[in-house]
């Protein structure tokens, strides 16, 4: 318009784009280390991680897809946390493992905690969605794929975050 700023159905489109691409952005970077895992070229990059950081930077993109749902995400994160470990390794499993804590949940909670104890850091991702057979989590906790399942919405996935996440 002739004020220079933005309708707001203008400012709305423009988020959504910058939210898709930020999607697309992690599940590329998914991919990429996956390839090179698999390939026996990963190189980890260890480096000092505000974790507080990390988490709101994956959870502002998961934001508008858990709000379609009504679903709330919670961050327990003290403030300043940190770590050394390579920060796409752990977006890469955050941001997979919030898909599926997301496509499972329907007017629900998400909840992201960190525990420190002993100089070692633990992430812990909670939901009160509508969970698994004790046969998938017999086979997650022992490193084996499983089948993708329908979410809440009836979303389909391919099955790969599980692998991405296991690897």
């Known amino acids: ?3 220079g700023t ?6 709305e489109s423009s988020g959504e784009i910058k939210n898709t691409a930020a999607q697309l952005l992690y599940l590329g970077e998914s991919l990429i280390q996956w390839i090179k895992l698999e390939e026996g070229t990963f190189k980890l990059i260890v480096r000092n991680i505000n974790i507080e950081e990390l988490v ?3 959870v502002m993109v998961h934001k508008p897809m858990a709000s379609v749902k009504n679903n709330r995400i919670i961050c327990n994160i003290p403030a300043h946390a940190s770590c050394m470990y390579d920060p796409m390794l752990i977006k890469v499993i955050l941001h997979n493992v919030l898909l599926n804590a997301n496509k ?3 007017n629900g909670t998400i909840t992201i905690r960190t525990v420190v104890a002993d100089h070692c850091l ?3 991702l909670e939901d009160t ?4 057979e004790a046969s998938a ?3 997650l906790n022992n490193l084996i794929p499983v089948a993708s399942q329908k979410g809440t919405h009836k979303e ?3 099955g790969m975050g599980y692998m991405l996440i296991i690897d």
């Open 1 to 3: 318009n002739d004020t």
């Open 6 to 11: 933005f309708n707001p159905e203008a400012r």
């Open 56 to 58: 709101n930077e994956i």
């Open 104 to 106: 499972f949940t329907s």
């Open 122 to 124: 633990t992430m812990c």
């Open 129 to 132: 969605g509508i969970g698994m």
């Open 137 to 139: 989590v017999a086979s």
């Open 156 to 158: 389909t996935g391919w």
